[in-house]
């Protein structure tokens, strides 16, 4: 089995992640363990999987992923372990419902039948919700796999803004709002970096937002709060630094490391897992490694003087 197959069997088992209209965090333990089985898949190809469990898929899309899947069930191993992957995925969260069993039930059906003539039955029995117009064309959605692995929190705002349920309002232009993204995936990686969210790490990458964009605190609030919501995963310091890189001059590089220790201040101990991913970002920005040095030597003395600080006070 190749890696073809297992890309294909992963958007085969979100299919049936989708039975129920909500896709459960055991779910996606499971579909991870299924497809370790497997050829090994890069960190784009497991990207695009996610971009499949991100909403609910159109008629057209599970068509396709349907008769891709059972042009590659050339071997009885093929078709065995497809099976089998299935019904662990049926069971994942431990609560099986009817829908469930059905949708497994007319799955097996299609690819034991010669003909595409059960997907109509399949389609129905997963009648998605908020699917763009264009993902009701086929694939639709892999349109977007560029933006959903580069600027994934620009992804999903611009996503929600033409979804009728969403209450997303930004009146930002499109590159600014995607700068803005980019900016936002580093605030957000270092904050990560702390071990421990708080709302004063929140607050203050709201504040070096709004200096460094000059824009209300309304949308920047918007934008931060998609961004505490990303899978960790998505978020890549060089995809993200090689785009944000070519949108900024050396000057504004040096203001954007200069609010990011703001940010890292904020969360009043500074550790060395944030250190190190501030550096990290410096590099992937090109910036001089001397003014690096410089930025990260004021970190240093701002640890000194609180851990100063609290030793005069247990005094």
Not at 46 to 63: N, R, T, V
């Amino acid at each position: 089995m190749d890696k073809l197959f297992a890309q294909s069997l992963g958007k085969l088992l979100i299919v049936a992640m989708w039975a129920d209209d909500e896709i459960q965090g055991s779910e996606s333990i499971m579909l991870k363990q299924i497809l370790s089985e497997l050829p090994r898949l890069n960190q784009e190809e497991w990207a695009l999987l996610k971009l499949y469990m991100q909403y609910p898929l159109s008629k057209a899309e599970i068509d396709t992923i349907l008769i891709h899947h059972k042009k590659l069930l050339v071997s009885q191993e093929k078709k065995d372990f497809t099976i089998k992957a299935l019904k662990e995925m049926i069971y994942a969260d431990g609560n099986v419902d009817p829908g469930e069993i059905e949708i497994y039930k007319q799955i097996t059906e299609y690819f034991a039948s010669t003909s595409d003539g059960a997907l109509g039955k399949i389609g129905s029995l997963l009648k998605g919700s908020r699917v763009p117009a264009q993902e009701h064309t086929i694939m639709g959605r892999e349109r977007f796999h560029e933006d959903f692995m580069n600027n994934p929190i620009f992804f999903r705002l611009y996503r929600s803004m033409g979804d009728l349920d969403s209450d997303v309002a930004l009146t930002l232009p499109k590159d600014e709002l995607r700068k803005m993204c980019l900016a936002t995936v580093l605030f957000t990686r270092l904050v990560f970096s702390s071990g421990e969210m708080k709302d004063e790490q929140r607050n203050a990458m709201v504040i070096a937002l709004q200096e460094f964009f000059s824009v209300s605190s309304e949308e920047v609030n918007t934008i931060v709060d998609s961004a505490l919501n990303i899978d960790e995963e998505l978020l890549m310091i060089y995809r993200t630094c090689r785009l944000f890189n070519s949108l900024i001059n050396a000057d504004e590089k040096i203001h954007f490391l200069k609010l990011m220790t703001d940010v890292t201040k904020s969360n009043e101990k500074v550790t060395s897992w944030e250190r190190k991913v501030f550096r990290d970002i410096a590099v992937a920005l090109q910036v001089n490694k001397i003014e690096i040095e410089e930025i990260l030597e004021s970190l240093t003395v701002f640890e000194n003087n609180r851990e100063k600080i609290e030793k005069e006070e247990e005094v």
